[in-house]
């Protein structure tokens, strides 16, 4: 069993991420349980290194060790029963994390301290808390204790170092990193894939998505945005094939992923054009291009009704995230999927 720590900067993508990306890489897993932010999954170990390399939401993870009741007691009874000898000639740290003030009066540098006791008896390992050679890793939330032994973490600060305004080319109404990362895992796609984003921008999906190594393409109406996202590419070495085009002809085919943060019609050019039509116009299109059974992770201001647009379109409603940006948009994200021929 896998636990793994989610991020709890929204409340329902971080577990559709993981879901996406291992429903993407084809990789079999069965979903055990869901607690805040905290995820367990039946699955390979080969899972860790996957969500290290493409997690946005994710923060880290590992084997399950012990699920205990949130009492002192309890912990020192599920800890006594764990076979320890996995951590032979190694040494180790605990660590335990508090998700959202879930069950205050246990005291989490206690149960570090009496887990480390534990583990120090029934084994000969040595307790070493600025590098271990094992992290023990706990989380307090809403279903108790979980303690997992740490076997990936998401480098989280490569997301701070790639800003969008540390680029090259910078264009207001770009998304930030972890946010454009999530949209191109929830389109289910895997390295070697073509994915395609109709309504580039700057490049800030394109470069999460060459990241992860798919084939990328990416579209824009306007000239600048073309040379600019050429530009952002440029700078971090990755391949792109960049189009200046409408997203109402798109001149691919065969597209395994889309992923797109189209106009809103308000800071963003719509060239005088209504949004809805926009993005009707693209569906239909998209759906010509798109390979049969896969998807297409796309935003709308929630009181354009995606869904209800997509359905009509042909496509079938995967899931849908709602997002407040500001007091007057909160923003859809929409998953949807174009059924099998
Ligand atoms: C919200 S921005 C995309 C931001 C992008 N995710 C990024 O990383 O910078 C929307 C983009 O759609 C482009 N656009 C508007 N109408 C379009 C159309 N019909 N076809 C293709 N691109 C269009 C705009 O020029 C703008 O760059």
Same mark, same amino acid.
Do not use: N
């Given at each position: 069993m896998i636990a793994i720590l989610l991020s709890?900067?929204?409340?329902s993508i971080p577990y559709s991420e993981v879901r996406a990306i291992l429903n993407g890489e084809n990789i079999k897993f069965i979903e055990v349980n869901k607690f805040n932010q905290l995820m367990i999954i039946e699955a390979d170990e080969i899972v860790c290194e996957v969500l290290r390399r493409r997690g946005a939401y994710i923060i880290e993870g590992g084997k399950l060790i012990l699920h205990s009741e949130p009492s002192i007691e309890s912990i020192i009874k599920e800890g006594q029963k764990i076979d320890w000898s996995f951590l032979k000639g190694k040494s180790f740290g605990v660590r335990i994390a508090r998700i959202?003030? #879930?069950?205050?009066?246990?005291s989490s540098m206690e149960i570090e301290r009496i887990l480390g006791d534990i583990i120090k008896k029934s084994s000969d390992s040595k307790v070493n808390l600025r590098d271990p050679d094992v992290w023990i890793k706990g989380v307090i939330t809403d279903g108790g204790i979980f303690l997992y032994e740490c076997n990936f973490e998401v480098d989280r600060k490569s997301f701070y170092r790639r800003?969008?305004?540390?680029?090259?080319f910078f264009h207001p109404g770009v998304l930030d990193v972890k946010l454009s990362r999530a949209f191109v895992n929830l389109c289910r796609i895997k390295e070697g894939e073509k994915f395609l984003d109709? #309504?580039?921008?700057?490049g800030g999906f394109l470069i999460e998505a060459a990241m992860m190594g798919f084939e990328v393409y990416g579209i824009d109406l306007d000239r600048r945005m073309v040379l600019g996202a050429r530009r952002n590419l440029d700078y971090y070495g990755l391949k792109a094939e960049l189009i200046l085009g409408d997203a109402k002809h798109l001149p691919i085919s065969e597209i395994d992923g889309i992923a797109t943060d189209p106009p809103y019609g308000r800071g963003t050019s719509t060239k005088g054009r209504d949004v809805k039509t926009i993005l009707s116009e693209f569906l239909e299109e998209a759906h010509e291009v798109l390979k049969s059974g896969r998807y297409i992770c796309i935003a709308a201001p929630r009181e354009l009704k995606l869904q209800e647009l997509a359905k009509l379109k042909g496509y079938k409603i995967e899931e849908s995230h709602e997002m407040r940006v500001h007091k007057s948009l909160t923003r859809s994200i929409v998953v949807v999927k174009k059924l099998e021929c």
């Open positions: 709890g900067e929204h409340p959202k003030g #879930f069950w205050r009066e246990i800003r969008p305004r540390k680029r090259p109709p #309504f580039c921008g700057t």
